[in-house]
């Protein structure tokens, strides 16, 4: 009769290990940047912003391929610094936001490299979902304000004639796009 | 996008399919006007698809956005209406049944999967429900006035209204949206001119160019909401742009009804109704050409810019 305590324990434990090994972090909005630069007639580069962006990670620091992380972008909230500019960018020659609000990424594979982690996912932008691998760089937690804190960065080319946009617009603006992201996470 | 010359070639595409099919499906059905009536409607979709293959990558399958859908789910169900309507394959009643379900749905079609229909508040339905009373409206009104009278000038406007919405749509930043107004306007512009000159004053001829001018309402209204809810054409330019070829119905069918008066006859001159019609296009195109040279003509870059190395 003593057994049914020590396993309710031992599984109790076994529980909380594992809710301690996956830790949730939200999106930190303050502290985090999606932008964007895309090449102007081959001669500059135009750059841009996403401003209102959420998501959530969750690291398995003792198996990193249990890790993921997601990303939405309300494609909306593009800024490039000048207000024409975005508005024609909202429109369905680019981003048609009114048919597509976000831009999403969902992990699907994650795997441990030296210096951060490399994610494979589903990368959902103008309706079209193309699978993707980048580098992340980062991961490691500190502790400041009041929080536990992780940060990330990568880069990501991609071409815009994949994602169905417009063939016609690309010209001026070349068709690859390079979308940096830096975040950072907080968790309690 | 195509340059000027590749607009202007789907135009003459959509225009030349049109009123060649037009004119030789009139004459193989001299003597059938139920079969010259469909020929028009049939001259009136193949030129709409010759303009439209004119045009690279429009439309794309399968149709995600609201163009898409307009152009391969709105217009070729009205037209279909309109065919069945020019053959005489349905009685007045459930040509109206028909056009009213249309009218319903028209708006969830175009809107299918957008911001606009997430939620599903109140203001949502109300909005299809006022939006499909004006298509049914619209639609019926000038089916009934044109086969009743085969007056040409409100598919003449509605060609002009079309060729305005496309450039406002296009002038506002959806350069795509706004273009495929052209093709569709040469096409609707021969079937018009077929119906009217290879049977001119037969039965077909009104029933032919009823159903033109009624795909021709439903099209701009396609256009409009379209252009109204995924570019930026403004709520007033929407709202002008599909009265233009109602007042001229409204204005005939004002002079008609009523006592002959001059006021009357006036009212329902050609000269006046064109006026009627001229006004909200020519406010339209002016604050939509305002508005590109504030907004994005700073932005525009010329296509044929060179790179050298």
Redesign the interface.
């Known amino acids: 009769m003593r057994r049914a305590p020590v396993l309710f324990a031992l599984v109790a434990a076994l529980a909380a290990g594992s809710l301690r090994a996956a830790d949730e972090y939200a999106y930190d909005l303050v502290h985090s940047s999606v932008s964007f630069k895309a090449r102007f007639?081959?001669?500059s580069w135009i750059h841009g912003r996403f401003n209102d962006v959420a998501g959530k990670f969750s690291l398995d620091r003792q198996d990193p391929t249990k890790s993921t992380f997601e990303l939405t972008i309300k494609a909306d909230s593009v800024d490039t610094a000048?207000a024409?500019?975005d508005?024609?960018l909202r429109?369905?020659?680019y981003f048609?936001?009114?048919?597509f609000?976000t831009i999403d990424f969902k992990s699907t594979q994650v795997k441990a490299i030296p210096d951060g982690y490399e994610v494979s996912g589903n990368f959902t932008m103008h309706?079209v979902t193309k699978p993707v691998t980048f580098k992340l760089v980062g991961g490691k937690e500190i502790e400041a304000m009041g929080k536990k804190r992780v940060g990330f960065g990568t880069e990501l080319k991609l071409k815009r004639s994949d994602f169905?946009f417009?063939?016609?617009?690309i010209?001026?603006i070349g068709d690859e796009a390079i979308i940096i992201i830096d975040c950072a996470g907080q968790r309690d | 996008m195509p340059d000027g010359i590749g607009l202007m070639r789907a135009a003459a595409c959509g225009f030349g399919v049109a009123i060649v099919l037009g004119v030789v499906g009139a004459a193989l059905s001299r003597r059938e006007p139920v079969l010259a009536a469909v020929a028009v409607i049939v001259a009136m979709v193949w030129g709409g698809i010759a303009g439209l293959f004119a045009l690279p990558g429009v439309p794309s399958l399968p149709p995600v956005t609201g163009l898409d859908r307009y152009l391969v789910i709105l217009l070729p169900v009205a037209l279909a209406i309109e065919a069945e309507a020019a053959a005489g394959w349905l009685d007045g009643f459930w040509l109206t049944v028909e056009r009213g379900c249309v009218s319903l749905v028209a708006l969830p079609v175009l809107l299918h999967g957008s911001v606009w229909l997430a939620g599903g508040q109140p203001s949502v339905w109300m909005g299809i429900v006022a939006a499909a009373i004006v298509l049914w409206g619209a639609w019926e009104g000038t089916a009934g006035h044109v086969r009743a009278t085969g007056d040409r000038l409100v598919a003449v406007v509605t060609v002009a209204a079309l060729v305005v919405a496309g450039l406002a749509i296009a002038m506002a930043g959806w350069l795509k949206g706004g273009v495929v107004a052209i093709p569709l306007a040469a096409a609707l512009a021969g079937a018009i001119l077929a119906a009217g000159g290879a049977s001119l004053g037969r039965r077909g001829s009104a029933s032919g160019l009823a159903g033109a001018s009624a795909a021709g309402i439903v099209a701009l209204f396609g256009l409009v909401v379209i252009g109204r809810c995924f570019g930026r054409l403004g709520t007033t330019s929407a709202a002008l742009l599909l009265a233009a070829p109602l007042m001229v119905t409204l204005a005939d069918g004002f002079s008609r009804s009523g006592p002959d008066t001059s006021a009357a006859r006036v009212v329902g001159s050609t000269r006046y109704r064109l006026l009627l019609a001229a006004v909200p296009l020519v406010v339209v195109l002016v604050a939509a050409k305002a508005d590109f040279d504030t907004k994005l003509g700073r932005l525009l870059v010329a296509p044929s810019a060179d790179v050298k190395p």
């Open positions: 007639l081959d001669i000048n024409a500019r508005e024609h429109q369905p020659d048609d936001t009114k048919q609000p309706g169905n417009d063939k016609g617009q010209g001026a």
